[in-house]
Every structure is written in structure tokens, then in C-alpha cells.
């Protein structure tokens, strides 16, 4: 499409977009308690509220009210298999069976579970191929389950970096470091979307050659999930994790998501860190000490979950349902993504530089550098003291993020207009 820089012009994509009306189902905060609605671009960090969230958990406060300990039970969405009410949207969003997803714990403690379970080193294959500047997070929780297995560090993490001048790391590159590694790699965990960068990797080539060299493959998800289309089970990925309050809009620290593939369902030889709510159903409740796990994503539960998180999950995932689900998200989402950059370039094509990658390489979010006589922190705190909430990520990184369930054209055009002036 032939796109036009002019608010006159956005506003006509927002009348022709299907999915407008879906901004109405957000609470949008608003500028400095105007009745004005920023310009909200930080849903990559903590997406916005759907107004059924409130709904759903006041549902649960008061079954706590009236039925106390019964909740669990006689009711409607009763609590004790209440995670399995996230399973179906949970699995569509990713792309799994159902028996292959299910919500519990946080990301970080989730790939530490899922760690225990799926880098299992030996003396010759004990390396993690990471990338060199992932989430630190991510780094944290790989250098030290390679620790706690006895291995140095430094011998054991591949780390991948870009080519020299560039800020994304090109798939040929990650291919030859596992082909040069294969002998060695027990595990290779990337992210399915690059936090800093906004990069898409190619999930289904890394989970191929994964499989071609006999490695276990797992993917961070914090910047995948409701935001690009994925296919986990058809591409044989082992497991991955994601947090449900950047694009699943579930909340500050809600709890967070985990797949594991079907083919690891009913190996009884997988070490694990069990507890109760992991135990064959059948059987929890008779309180015996043998352990029998759940024989899907289900076993690696630990805890009985906390229901007001999953009560909002809940309702994103509903909200997602409304929408049509990820894939008609998806391509409102690069149409979004794709004007943005259009504006950017017409405009300030000399001031800002998008490292984002273009076409199927991105997502939501545009990661913006900018080459001005201000740094790019000053432009930063010049755009939110003007009505734009996106987010900084040091070292140099405005990251912003069009939404496609609450943002519209417009708001690209007013962004840009903010961004201008700050220049
Ligand atoms: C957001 C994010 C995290 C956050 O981890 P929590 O355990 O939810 O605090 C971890 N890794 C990546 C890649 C992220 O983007």
C-alpha cells in the first residue's frame, strides 16, 4: 500500500481497520490527568489493561467472599483446575497442542525449571549456545545452572555476537556457530524476539538444526507471545517460556507461560523439580509420597497457582480471543509496524536510525537510534514529558512498540510529530 504522511491519512486506516474497536476493550492512561490518551508505545514492557480484567478478579474476590475454601470447587471457573481454562488460548497464541502449554510460576523460574529438565550435560556436550548480549536474565539463569553442573562459564557459554558494525545477528551466522559447536552444544536458548533490538529469529531454522545435531532447542518468548505468529509444536521445539505482561497484558508480574514439547511428555528418565501440583490428578489428593507426574506440560508444576494472576490472564486471553486471535493481530500489527517506519523515514530519515530489522525480521516494536547533537536519552525524556509512554533501554535504544490490540495509525502520526519537534 502507498502510504501518506498526514494525520488525515491515518485516521482513514484507523475507519478501514477491522480491529479498531478493539482499543474500546483498554483502559488507555491519559496525559497528565488530562482526558487525553498518551501516546501508549510500551506494551512490549507492560501492556495495557483490558477492561474485563477488573471483572474477572472482582468474579473471584467475591467467590472468595461467599464460598471460601469451596471456590475451589462448586462453582463456576472453580479454582482448583482453574490454570485449565488458560490451556486452548494459551496454545493457539504459541502455536502447541494444548497438553503442551501451561501457565505457572515467573519466566526466570520457569527457565530454570525447564533448564533442570532439558540441559542435561555430559563431559563432551555441555556447552549453551546463548547470545552474547541476551536479557541479563537470561544469562543469569544459564551461567548458573552451568555452575551448578560444575563447568566453567567461560568454557561452556557460545556466545553469539553480531557482525562487527552491526547490531543484529544474521541467521547464516547463527547456523555456522551451531554447525562449528554441534559436537559440544547440549542446549541452545535465544529469544524468539530480541528485547533490545526487536529482531524476529527464525525459530523454525534454529529448532531444525537444533534437531539435525541432536541439541535440545529452547526459546525465551517474553517478546513473542501475542505478538508474532508461532508454530512451536510443528517445529519441534523442546520448550520455552514467556512472561504474560508485556503483549498478554495480564499485568505487573503475572505469572508467566511454558511449553513443553509432546515428545518429552511420557520420558520418565527427565530429572525434574517436582512438586504436588505436578502429581497425576487422580491420585494428588491421597497425600503418598511417589511421585507421578502429570503426563503433559502440566508435570512441571510445582505450587497450586495464585488465581488472581491467572484470573487476568484469563481475561487477556479472552480479549485476544475477541480480537480473532494472534494471526489477524499479526497483520494489522505489520501494517502498523510498516507505517511507523514509513513516517520515520519520510521525516527524520537523517536524525533517527531504526535497527530494527525490516519485513518478516520484526514484530510490534521499533528500536530507534538517534543521531543527533541530543543524546538519545535527552529525546527520550523530551517525547514522555510530551505525551508518549515507549522506553529507553541503555546502551542507546528508544524502543517503541505500536500494539495492534489498543494503538492506531494516528498514534504513529502523532509520535512522529512529538519526535520531530524534540529534534
Ligand atoms: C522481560 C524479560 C524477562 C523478565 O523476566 P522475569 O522473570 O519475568 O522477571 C526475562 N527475559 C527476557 C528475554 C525478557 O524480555
Not at 526459546?219 to 520455552?240: C, E, I, Q, S, Y
Not at 502498523?336 to 525490516?358: G, H, M, S
Not at 505525551?387 to 505500536?402: L, M
Request: charged share 20%.
Amino acid at each position: 500500500m502507498a502510504f501518506e504522511d498526514s494525520l488525515a491519512f491515518a485516521q482513514s486506516l484507523d475507519q478501514q481497520d477491522p480491529l479498531a474497536h478493539m482499543r474500546d476493550a483498554f483502559h488507555i492512561p491519559k496525559i497528565n490527568g488530562s482526558n487525553e490518551d498518551e501516546i501508549y508505545f510500551c506494551g512490549n514492557s507492560l501492556g495495557l489493561q483490558p477492561k474485563l480484567t477488573s471483572q474477572y478478579l472482582n468474579d473471584e474476590l467475591t467467590k472468595w467472599q461467599q464460598l471460601g475454601v469451596k471456590g475451589h470447587f462448586d462453582c463456576e471457573f472453580p479454582w482448583m483446575p482453574y490454570h485449565e481454562f488458560l490451556t486452548e488460548e494459551s496454545a493457539k497464541l504459541v502455536g502447541a497442542k494444548p497438553s503442551e502449554v501451561v501457565c505457572m510460576n515467573s519466566l526466570t523460574a520457569n527457565l530454570h525449571f525447564l533448564m533442570v529438565s532439558f540441559y542435561r550435560p555430559t563431559q563432551q556436550k555441555f556447552k549453551v549456545l546463548i547470545e552474547d548480549h541476551a536479557f541479563p536474565s537470561d544469562h543469569y539463569a544459564v551461567e548458573s545452572q552451568i555452575k551448578f553442573h560444575g563447568f566453567d562459564p567461560d568454557e561452556a557459554m557460545v556466545l553469539l555476537k553480531p557482525r562487527e558494525g552491526e547490531e543484529c545477528l544474521q541467521l547464516d551466522d547463527i547456523l555456522a556457530t551451531i554447525d562449528a559447536h554441534a559436537n559440544e552444544l547440549a542446549l541452545i536458548m535465544l529469544p524468539g524476539v530480541q528485547y533490545y533490538t526487536g529482531q524476529v529469529f527464525d525459530m523454525q531454522a534454529i529448532a531444525d538444526a537444533a534437531q539435525h545435531h541432536d541439541i535440545v532447542v529452547g526459546f525465551d518468548l517474553a517478546h513473542a507471545t501475542g505478538n508474532v505468529v508461532m508454530k512451536l509444536h510443528d517445529w519441534g521445539v523442546d520448550f520455552a517460556a514467556w512472561c504474560s505482561y508485556k503483549y498478554l497484558n495480564s499485568g505487573p508480574g503475572s505469572v508467566a507461560g511454558c511449553f513443553v514439547h509432546e515428545k518429552h511428555h511420557d520420558n520418565a528418565d527427565l530429572p525434574r523439580f517436582a512438586g504436588w501440583w505436578g502429581h497425576d490428578k487422580a491420585t494428588r489428593f491421597k497425600m503418598e509420597n511417589h511421585f507421578i507426574p502429570i503426563q503433559s506440560a502440566e508435570g512441571w508444576q510445582l505450587s497450586n497457582p495464585p488465581i488472581l494472576s491467572l484470573a487476568a490472564i484469563r481475561a487477556s486471553l479472552d480479549t485476544f480471543k475477541q480480537a480473532g486471535g494472534i494471526s489477524a493481530l499479526r497483520d494489522k500489527s505489520k501494517q502498523l509496524a510498516a507505517y511507523l517506519r514509513f513516517l520515520l523515514n519520510n521525516r527524520l530519515k537523517n536524525q533517527v536510525e531504526i535497527i530494527t530489522p525490516d519485513d518478516q525480521l520484526s514484530g510490534c516494536q521499533l528500536s530507534i537510534c538517534i543521531n543527533s547533537n541530543k543524546t538519545g536519552k535527552d529525546v527520550f525524556n523530551a517525547i514522555e514529558a510530551a505525551g508518549v509512554t515507549c522506553d529507553w533501554r541503555e546502551p542507546n535504544v528508544i524502543r517503541v512498540a505500536p500494539v495492534p490490540l489498543y494503538n492506531t495509525f494516528e498514534d504513529c502520526v502523532r509520535f512522529v510529530d512529538i519526535l520531530e519537534a524534540s529534534l
